[in-house]
């Protein structure tokens, strides 16, 4: 009986990790780099090209995962994309 219990708990754990996965979102708020105000309109268009940037490089199969979050590797080059702009993540 124990042994079957452990084996829940493990199986809950994963498919909890999984969700949280998935869940995961591309960042929304930024702040410039070197500690600027920014143009709320350049901000968007930034995001247009960095998004299109996942598109490009990255595989159909690569960018989602499948509950419809971005993959890690898509947060990366969004991310990276953004840095390149002149933007990072803000908390």
């Not at 042994?3 to 809950?12: D, E, K, N, P």
């Not at 949280?20 to 968007?44: H, M, V, W, Y």
């Amino acid at each position: 009986m124990e042994l079957g219990l452990r084996r829940a708990q493990i199986l809950f754990g994963v498919v909890v990790y999984l969700a949280a996965a998935g869940c995961t979102a591309l960042p929304e708020k930024f702040k410039r780099i070197d500690g600027r105000a920014f143009n709320q309109s350049q901000l968007l268009n930034d995001q247009t090209i960095c998004r299109a940037e996942i598109k490009n490089n990255l595989s159909t199969a690569n960018q989602t995962t499948a509950w419809g979050g971005p993959t890690e590797d898509a947060i990366t080059v969004y991310t990276g994309c953004m840095a390149r702009h002149g933007y990072r993540a803000a908390e």
